[in-house]
């Protein structure tokens, strides 16, 4: 098994809400990352888990809250999200030390309305 | 300034045509790494290099270490090709994305 599979695809959501993201692999990786994609531009990085834990967050708001429960899954649990949140939300993977194998999933579309 | 930066922003070709797109950094990396990304989709890797050149049927990259630069070269294009090409340099956890060519090849 050579990737990174997230769901749902697609993911229409008020403000109110609470939903969750979920993205598992089975290549043995333990660095798992969430990324934020807007239109027509680079991703931009969210966390990065080592395993299983939080190595880097970028400064996220809270209203996102990432979970590894553990090697295979990466969580993001959305609430109270704002219509600028939509966006395209990615997650990947890798080998912890040195990057190899790095493989990303097809994405979660995210509407909030 | 950012420390991926690709050309061109925009590419279009005619079917057949061979297809250059550019990559210079400013960081020290690990690996540097060529991605595509059709309209609306996830991320694909397409190359993974550290050194040298890798060929993957109608695609080669090629980086060059020491004037930290790396080139994806599209053979014989076709309008599958037809997506954003995206260059990202690695070092450690951190990824570092260029901001895309976007190609559409013309049939």
């Known amino acids: 098994d050579t990737e990174v599979t997230q769901t749902p695809k697609h993911l229409v959501m008020g403000m109110t809400n609470k939903k969750s993201l979920k993205c598992e692999q089975h290549?043995?990786?333990?660095?798992m990352y969430w990324y934020k994609q807007k239109a027509k531009k680079p991703p931009e990085l969210m966390f990065v888990y080592s395993y299983e834990k939080l190595s880097i967050n970028e400064s996220v708001p809270s209203r996102f809250s990432p979970e590894c429960p553990n090697s295979s899954l990466l969580n993001l649990h959305l609430h109270a999200l704002q219509p600028e949140d939509s966006a395209l939300y990615l997650c990947a993977s890798s080998h912890a030390t040195n990057n190899y194998g790095y493989t990303f999933g097809s994405g979660t579309r995210l509407t909030v309305v | 300034k950012n420390e991926v930066e690709q050309s061109p922003q925009n590419l279009t070709a005619q079917e057949g045509e061979f297809i250059t797109i550019n990559c210079s950094y400013s960081v020290g990396i690990s690996a540097l790494h060529w991605l595509q990304q059709h309209p609306g989709g996830g991320i694909v890797s397409l190359f993974m290099l550290s050194s040298g050149k890798k060929k993957h049927g109608r695609l080669i990259a090629t980086i060059n270490i020491q004037e930290k630069h790396s080139s994806l070269h599209i053979t014989a294009s076709h309008p599958r090709d037809s997506a954003v090409y995206i260059c990202a340099v690695s070092r450690g956890n951190q990824f570092y994305f260029g901001t895309g060519t976007s190609l559409t090849v013309i049939p």
């Open positions: 290549m043995g990786h333990r660095a």
